[in-house]
Nanobody
Framework: QVQLVESGGGLVQPGGSLRLSCAAS????????MGWYRQAPGKERELVAR???????NYVDAVKGRFTISRDNAKKSVWLQMNSLKPEDTAVYYC??????????WGRGTQVTVSS
């Protein structure tokens, strides 16, 4: 059984930074992708960033150049460094792991609020 626990969310002013962490346990394989999604009130959950085993990453256009995803397979952890935060980044951020069978595992989420 896979469990994902996020941390690092909070309230930050526009232009500020936050670093989200996701600690995984259970059957995590480095070959499988991990990522971060977010869901704002009244909106659908969207992919923010994903990283795969060779270190390749992809980002939603809205965060390119501001967010950086990283991963440590030995620690079964993934991080999301968020810089130059904007009010529109306000959302609940979820850690995701997709196994080789295409099954998605989710954390409970961490709230990020960008406001002055």
């Amino acid at each position: 059984q896979v469990q994902l626990v996020e941390s690092g969310g909070g309230l930050v002013q526009p232009g500020g930074s936050l670093r989200l962490s996701c600690a995984a346990s259970g059957s995590i394989f480095s070959i499988d992708p991990m990522g971060w999604y977010r869901q704002a009130p009244g909106k659908e959950r969207e992919l923010v960033a994903r990283i795969i085993s060779d270190g390749s990453t992809n980002y939603v256009d809205a965060v390119k150049g501001r967010f950086t995803i990283s991963r440590d397979n030995a620690k079964k952890s993934v991080w999301l460094q968020m810089n130059s935060l904007k009010p529109e980044d306000t959302a609940v951020y979820y850690c995701n792991y997709r196994n080789g069978g295409g099954w998605d595992y989710w954390g409970r989420g961490t709230q990020v609020t960008v406001s002055s």
